[in-house]
């Protein structure tokens, strides 16, 4: 056991320094933090700014059966997403060594998270049954999405 003088100042986390994967992890068990604004569209994917500061955003996002994104990437951002509820593939692509296309899929479910970084080229869907929804973090450049297609020979094309 030890003694911790009187004096002794507890410093602040600092914000930029936590992992966004933490950071999604507790925005996504913090329901009151984000529920009154959780929608479902039945036209598109549904997203929402759950809150802002100068290092991060941090995005809701609801997923109808069918729903998904276009290939894309974030552009200079780094980030990471978890799943709230449901299901979520993610098919990551990208070139090889060798220059050949490789596209990796990722099946998510409630609780698991994905991070990304600056050319992190992907696309997200609701496959099952059920809706889902999603938190994610962006950092440093907010939520750009740059559009690509996939070359089959040589991987992802931006647009």
Known sequence: MFAVPDNTLLRPENPALRHPVRVALEVAADRDRWKHLLRYDPEERFATLVEKDGQQEVWLMSWLPGQRTDLHDHAVASGAFTLVSG???????????????VTELHALSA?????FGPGYVHEVRNDGPDPAVSVHVYRDAGRAMRPYHLDPLGGPVLD
């Open 87 to 101: 299901r979520l593939t993610e098919a990551v692509a990208r070139r090889a060594p060798g220059g050949r296309a």
């Open 111 to 115: 609780g698991q998270s994905r991070v």
